[in-house]
Antibody, heavy 122, light 108 residues
Framework: QVQLVESGGGVVQPGRSLRLSCAASGFTFTSYGMHWVRQAPGKGLEWVAVVSYDGSNKYYADSVKGRFTISRDNSKNTLYLQMNSLRAEDTAVYYC???????????????WGQGTMVTVSS | DIQMTQSPSTLSASVGDRVTITCRASQSISSWLAWYQQKPGKAPKLLIFKASSLESGVPSRFSGSGSGTEFTLTISSLQPDDFATYYCQQYNGYSSWTFGQGTKVEIK
């Protein structure tokens, strides 16, 4: 079945780095834009970043621009989020999500992973 | 950036009630709006896309309407499984995807 599985979360000190992964299965990964969305404890959803189906276009929320990098390896059906210079306010559950339609970026998110928790604390 | 404002923030209702949640965009987003349901400890679930299109497998008691800057999510007859938090999301531009702050539907 269509599935996204995140991994790589954990506890990290402020200023350090962490890389999240999202393994996709059950659909043609190479045809869909992919997003990262986060949710701080007890808070709402915040879009973080998107990468186009072929990796050629990437966009970021202002809150992470210059610190986070989204990428994908279509040969491995895997999405990544490299997070550098982490701050306490980056503490959240991070979800990967799939764009609804093939090739589009301005789209709803029809499939979500279960999320991985990132805690930034000294 | 486009801001999304949901109302109310919390809604108390009973099983069988008709429930309406409103979402307003700070500028026109045409019909590029989605609604999601989220239960505690779970990932969001897509209910409605393009303002009024029902996602496959979602019960028909859920409906969406609106265009431009004003949108609504309606649950025609609230069921026990519907108690959750609901988020609207705009996807009008190619560089930002914004969520509303959420509406928690509680048992009255």
């Amino acid at each position: 079945q269509v599935q996204l599985v995140e991994s790589g979360g954990g506890v990290v000190q402020p200023g350090r780095s962490l890389r999240l992964s999202c393994a996709a299965s059950g659909f043609t990964f190479t045809s869909y834009g992919m997003h990262w969305v986060r949710q701080a404890p007890g808070k709402g959803l915040e879009w973080v970043a998107v990468v186009s189906y072929d990796g050629s276009n990437k966009y970021y929320a202002d809150s992470v621009k210059g610190r986070f990098t989204i990428s994908r390896d279509n040969s491995k059906n895997t999405l990544y989020l490299q997070m550098n210079s982490l701050r306490a306010e980056d503490t959240a559950v991070y979800y990967c999500a799939k764009s609804y339609w093939e090739l589009l970026l301005n789209d709803a998110f029809d499939i979500w992973g279960q999320g991985t928790m990132v805690t930034v604390s000294s | 950036d486009i801001q999304m404002t949901q109302s109310p923030s919390t809604l108390s209702a009973s099983v069988g009630d008709r429930v309406t949640i409103t979402c307003r965009a700070s500028q026109s987003i045409s019909s590029w709006l989605a609604w999601y349901q989220q239960k505690p400890g779970k990932a969001p679930k897509l209910l409605i896309f393009k303002a009024s299109s029902l996602e496959s497998g979602v019960p028909s008691r859920f409906s969406g309407s609106g265009s431009g800057t004003e949108f609504t999510l309606t649950i025609s007859s609230l069921q026990p499984d519907d108690f959750a938090t609901y988020y609207c999301q705009q996807y009008n531009g190619y560089s930002s995807w914004t969520f509303g702050q959420g509406t928690k539907v509680e048992i009255k």
